[in-house]
C-alpha cells in the first residue's frame, strides 16, 4: 500500500458526459501527478501540481482539466468524453525535498466510456 | 526531449533462467531512471532506481540494474526467475529538474514466466 488513494476504482459512463477523478496524496506530500495508461498511448504524464498550483503540464486534451484542494488532494475532471478517453487514471504524489523526490502512486481509476 | 525505448514487448523465460529486459533511454543529460513492475489490474510499484552513486542499482524481488551512460541504457536483470515474477515492467525516466520530476515511461515488457 502506498499510501495514495483513488476513487472510485472503476467507472462506466457514455460518451458525452462529465466525470471526476478523485485522489488523496500521502500524508505530507505537496505535489500530485496525474498519469493516464491506455491501449494507444501507454503511460503518459497529463499534468503535475503542487501545493495547489499548476506546475508542469503533460499531454493533457483541453477537454480534461485537474486542480488541487487546499487540503492537497486533487481532482481530474474529464468532460465530453470519447470512447478513446477509456483508460486507467493514475495518480502519484511526492513530498517535496531539495533531493531526488520519489513518486508513489496510487491503485488507479479504471475509466471504460459506452 | 527525454525518451525511453524498451526492447521486446512480450519476453518469456523458463521458470529459474536469467531474466532480461532491455531499456535504452535518450537525454540531453543523464536523467534518473527507474523500473516499475505492474502486476495485473493493480498499480504501479517501484522496483528499483538510480540517481547518483553506484551505477549497479539493487531492488526489490531480487531484481537489480545497471546504468551504463556510454551505451545510454538501464537493463533489468534477474539470475532466476520465479512465477511471481510475470508481469508487465516499465521503463521510466525523469528530469534532474528539482520539484519537476514527471515521468517519461516507455511501452512496456509483458514478462511471462513458463514452468
Known amino acids: 500500500d502506498s499510501g495514495v488513494t483513488q476513487t472510485p476504482k472503476h467507472l462506466i459512463t457514455a460518451t458525452g458526459q462529465r466525470v471526476t477523478l478523485r485522489c488523496s496524496p500521502r500524508?505530507?506530500?505537496?505535489?500530485v501527478y496525474w498519469y493516464q495508461q491506455s491501449l494507444d498511448q501507454g503511460l503518459q504524464f497529463l499534468i503535475q501540481y503542487y501545493n495547489g498550483e499548476e506546475r508542469a503540464k503533460g499531454n493533457i486534451l483541453e477537454r480534461f482539466s485537474a486542480q488541487q484542494f487546499p487540503d492537497l488532494h486533487s481532482e481530474l475532471n474529464l468532460s465530453s468524453l470519447e470512447l478513446g478517453d477509456s483508460a486507467l487514471y493514475f495518480c502519484?504524489?511526492?513530498?517535496?525535498?531539495?533531493?531526488?523526490?520519489?513518486?508513489?502512486f496510487g491503485p488507479g481509476t479504471r475509466l471504460t466510456v459506452t | 526531449a527525454q525518451s525511453v525505448t524498451q526492447l521486446g514487448s512480450h519476453v518469456s523465460v523458463s521458470e529459474g533462467a536469467l531474466v532480461l529486459l532491455r531499456c535504452n533511454y535518450s537525454s540531453s543529460v543523464p536523467p534518473y531512471l527507474f523500473w516499475y513492475v505492474q502486476y495485473p489490474n493493480q498499480g504501479l510499484q517501484l522496483l528499483l532506481k538510480y540517481t547518483t552513486g553506484a551505477t549497479l542499482v539493487k531492488g526489490i524481488n531480487g531484481f537489480e540494474a545497471e546504468f551504463k551512460k556510454s551505451e545510454t541504457s538501464f537493463h533489468l536483470t534477474k539470475p532466476s526467475a520465479h512465477m511471481s515474477d510475470a508481469a508487465e515492467y516499465f521503463c521510466?525516466?525523469?528530469?534532474?529538474?528539482?520539484?519537476?520530476?514527471?515521468?517519461?515511461f516507455g511501452t512496456g515488457t509483458r514478462l511471462t514466466i513458463i514452468p
Open positions: 521510466a525516466v525523469s528530469e534532474r529538474d528539482f520539484g519537476n520530476e514527471k515521468l517519461t
Open positions: 500524508s505530507g506530500d505537496l505535489s
Open positions: 502519484a504524489s511526492s513530498p517535496f525535498r531539495r533531493v531526488y523526490n520519489e513518486q508513489y
